[in-house]
């Protein structure tokens, strides 16, 4: 494709005035948002207003009078489409991380005489290591397989099988549906993690039947640095599972000040400690940015922007090896690409100006935000990319000796 072409392919695009929802910075192209997604131009002045105003001038009355107290349930509202999910079966709350103890913890609570956690290796680190870490105690086990074998480790002694729906490495997607079905079928819960998903696959826990997800704030969905995270738990559940971290916003009457804990009858039972209003608001700003999005179109967007960097990378740049799969229907929303001096070649690609990151040993990693990733950003990408490789300005100490690649 020449670049024309592509600037043609953005002139065509019906998303692409959404760019301008975002401030971006002139001379970067930015083809990590599967980490970190970019700032929502509307951000800064609603923190500066949930700061100024309803920090500083309401103080205390602003958890009644702007609404800080529901903000958990609200926000959650607003994430719900684009998961497929019914709003009062999200709530936000805490870290990933937590979230995934949390129910872990009550899947194995609510399946008693089975004591095994089901996942794959090179799952992301912190779902393996909240798994690992509940397993220390002794009385459960984490079982892991392949994922072409995950569903022939499913028995009569596993509890909850949990899952990355796109894998952070190679964006390689499970059918949701059918290793929900094979879960369930086993008679195990079956927990999904969606953090590479929500904002940028299509997602529907409701039509496969989901039992309980969890995801992050901060990638697709634009909520800022250590954003909250979400948690799902289907409504035929709710009444069964309890959060195993029973802190006091998850009471059923919380400014009762009871001695006793009684669960929320509702999604708020799996808060814990008091919401974090900054957070919350930064991420309220960034779900807004998907307002108005058919998210059908915005699949398709992003699957044709990551099908022109293939086909330009392979076409430009040798030495480098596909490690996500080409067919669109089994990946998500970034591309991996494998090279024996990944780290340097990703540093001095980010020198340049091309935003991506390294997953070791040797990936190079790119993500395609369709919110505002261009057609012409990614061919000029994959340019920028042939020729760094084709000149070996990559081999410097500079870039063998950086201290860390995002």
Known sequence: MTRDEARALDAADPLRRLRERFALPEGVIYLDGNSLGALPRATPARMAETVEREWGEGLIRSWNDAGWIDAPTRVAAKIAPLIGAKPDEVVVADSTSVNLYKLLMAALAARPGRRVIVTEPGNFPTDLYMAQGIAAGGQVEVRTAPRDRIIEAIDETVAVVMLTHVHYRTAEMFDMAAVTTAAQGAGALMLWDLSHSAGAVPVDLGAANADLAVGCGYKYLN??????????????????????????????????????????????????????????????????????????????KGQALADLFVAEVEAKCPGLTLASPRERTQRGSHISFAHTDGFPVMAALIARGVIGDFRGPDLLRFGFTPLYTSFEEVWRAADILADLLASGAWDDERYRARGKVT
Request: with cysteine.
């Open 223 to 300: 909520g800022g640095p250590g954003a909250p995270a979400f948690l799902y738990v289907a409504e035929r559940h709710q009444a069964l599972l309890t959060s195993p971290l029973t802190g006091w916003m998850g009471h059923a009457a919380p400014f009762e000040f009871g001695d006793d804990y009684a669960p929320c009858p509702t999604m708020r039972r799996w808060l814990c400690g008091t919401p974090p209003i900054l957070g919350l608001a930064a991420l309220e700003a960034g779900l807004a940015t998907f307002d108005g999005v058919d998210p059908t179109a915005l699949y398709a």
